[in-house]
């Protein structure tokens, strides 16, 4: 394939995921409410242990139980995904789902790589709750000339609620230098992979139109 013909077909592309970025949005916005759900209801047991036992040592249960949810999330929006896939009559592994996981994948495997070893290495659970929240929120914005600017809004706001945690963090050095981290790190998570979700969420669910019965 030529350079011409390679831009061509990310033209194409490009084209057809905006044409159902209304489609998307719906898909999306059913897996934020249940992921935020999810999110928010450990994030609270989490803090709960947090804020009881401020020295004990959380950390295995913190990144099993996010990884754990993590994965919940990705099955489901998966299936949702490829049913609509299948109800349009369009393979599950298309080119525009492939241009997609190709904008996602770096920001989301760098922040989770940084996150899992924080956590490993250093047992520094509110850090890595941060590059989480950076890593998915410039993820979001990857994909901001195809997705539907809702995305593209849900983004920015966990880039600057991860800029703000983080300043409000390592300049409190009360909080910084506890013995067990548990508690903020679980609040990190909570407001925004938990809240965010949910009020994002229910905005699109709010805001959908139905889809035109001829729309294929």
Not at 155 to 163: P, S, T, Y
Not at 194 to 214: N, Q, T
Request: glycine share 12%; net charge positive.
């Amino acid at each position: 394939m030529s350079i011409q013909q390679a831009a061509l077909e990310n033209l194409r592309v490009i084209r057809s995921l905006m044409e159902k970025a209304h489609v998307y949005r719906a898909v999306s916005g059913q897996a934020a409410l249940f992921g935020g759900l999810l999110s928010l209801m450990f994030a609270a047991r989490q803090l709960d242990t947090g804020i009881r036992l401020p020295s004990a040592d959380g950390a295995g249960e913190f990144l099993g139980g996010w990884l754990g949810q993590l994965l919940a999330v990705s099955v489901f929006n998966a299936l949702m995904l490829a049913r609509e896939a299948k109800r349009r009559g369009q393979p599950f592994l298309s080119q525009g789902m492939k241009m997609a996981l190709r904008s996602l994948a770096p920001p989301l495997l760098v922040g989770g790589v940084l996150g899992i070893g924080l956590i490993i290495h250093l047992n520094n659970l509110t850090l890595a709750a941060l590059v989480w929240i950076l890593g998915y929120g410039l993820a979001l914005l990857a994909t901001a000339s195809f997705s539907p600017p809702s995305l593209v809004r849900l983004g920015w706001a966990f880039v600057i609620a991860g800029l703000a945690l983080f300043w409000t963090w390592a300049a409190n050095g009360d909080v910084r230098l506890l013995p067990g981290d548990l508690a903020p790190a679980s609040a990190c998570m909570g407001l925004t992979f938990g809240l965010f979700h949910l009020v994002y969420g229910a905005a699109v669910m709010i805001g959908r139109k139905p889809e035109p019965l001829a729309a294929e």
